[in-house]
């Protein structure tokens, strides 16, 4: 019996080997294949599709059509152990284009008792998505096609997706170069085209890369750097942060200002949260500052002004997320630009969970459209 790491890593050698090249006969299974794979709105088929092969490959006495202990019986697995333990390192080894949490954690397949059969509703949109998945599923349980032809097919697809994507950003890229000699943007300009680029649907990930990138561009003058970013869908309980970004000074590892994003209106609730997590952590900060998209709530802005001195001197604020940008800019003018750079850099960064796709080369036709302007 090969270890899952290895089933996986010679699916990618044989994919890999044949990209330009079908790995499967029939050309429905194809089809299906490819839709899946290639659908930009939903990842979470093509996760629970490589879970479910892989385990079946590693252990083909086991139903692939039973990724949950809980249907009993000597053929169901769970699929969320092999999703998370193998399939989420090797996605991101290879920054394929997937979701970067487990497929066993949305509605679709979260907590379900019952094979996954032809037929079944599922929970989710696109409704054809889950349809082909449940399909090919079924196509493997009557050997139509084998699960390592399935699974190299798979990822194939995923390269040809991944490399595809990559080519567009260098494409963009490219173009941007070309405007290197003009005048940089001005302080306004740069948030203007932030601000514009943030009223694009999925773009709650950005208030993060903007402070990230304001102290990446800073940092070396305050004295201070900011920790590596948790993923966008962990939660701080999980990862033991205070926020969203944690600064430390330069020469020191304790967290002295932590940053915390919201992309509503933040509440009273919020601010006691973070009271909590701080007296849990143990750890003194001197700054915790909420960063907003939304209205502020001057009542609730006098609360968390009012915690200086009930906390013995933790400063707590609320700030509103381009007003904090704007400022910024004009206080480290002379350093817009390499502001500009880093937060392009973290955007392009992002896995397409949280930053997709289509917002970066949204962002990056919008920052040509400036600097040609």
């Not at 487990?102 to 079944?120: D, E, K, M």
């Not at 050997?143 to 699974?151: A, D, G, I, M």
């Not at 070309?178 to 203007?192: G, H, K």
């Not at 002295?256 to 509440?267: A, F, G, L, N, P």
Request: a negative charge; glycine letters at 4%; hydrophobic letters at 40%.
């Amino acid at each position: 019996m090969s270890d899952p790491a290895d089933i996986l890593d010679a699916a990618f050698q044989r994919a890999t080997i044949n990209l330009n090249h079908s790995l499967v006969a029939d050309s429905r299974i194809r089809d299906n294949v490819e839709y899946v794979a290639g659908n930009v709105a939903n990842k979470a088929g093509v996760r629970l599709l490589m879970a479910c092969l892989l385990a079946k490959i590693h252990n083909p006495s086991v139903d692939v059509r039973k990724p949950y202990t809980k249907i009993g019986g000597v053929d169901s697995f769970s699929g969320r152990k092999y999703d998370e333990n193998y399939v989420t390192d090797f996605i991101n080894l290879h920054s394929l284009p997937c979701n970067s949490t487990s497929a066993f954690l949305t509605p679709a397949f979260r907590n379900r008792n019952a094979p996954l059969v032809p037929g079944l509703e599922l929970e989710g949109r696109p409704a054809q998505l889950y349809v082909d998945v449940l399909q090919l599923l079924d196509d493997v349980h009557h050997k139509r096609v084998e699960p390592e032809s399935l699974l190299a097919e798979i990822i194939r697809w995923l390269l040809i997706n991944r490399n595809e994507q990559q080519q567009r950003i260098e494409s963009l890229l490219r173009v941007l170069r070309t405007t290197q000699d003009a005048i940089p943007l001005s302080s306004e300009a740069i948030v203007s085209l932030v601000e514009k680029h943030m009223t694009l649907k999925g773009t709650s990930r950005l208030p993060v890369l903007i402070v990230a990138a304001a102290y990446q561009a800073a940092g070396p003058y305050l004295g201070e750097r900011t920790l590596p970013l948790q993923a966008h869908n962990a939660a701080d309980i999980q990862t033991g942060a205070l926020g969203d970004v944690e600064i430390m000074l330069a020469d020191d590892s304790q967290v002295v200002t932590s940053y915390e994003m919201k992309d509503r209106r933040v509440s009273r609730g919020d601010i006691d949260r973070a009271l909590q997590k701080l007296e849990k952590s143990k750890i003194r900060v001197d700054n915790y500052i909420f960063v907003t998209t939304d209205r502020i709530d001057e009542n609730v802005q006098e609360y968390a002004r009012s915690l200086y001195a009930q906390t013995d001197g933790i400063e707590f604020i609320i700030l509103d997320c381009i007003g904090f940008l704007r400022h910024y800019l004009h206080l480290f003018h002379r350093h817009r630009a390499v502001f500009l750079e880093a937060y392009q850099s973290l955007i392009l960064a992002e896995p397409s969970s949280s930053v997709s796709q289509a917002v970066k080369e949204a962002f990056l036709s919008m920052r040509q459209v400036a600097e040609e302007g």
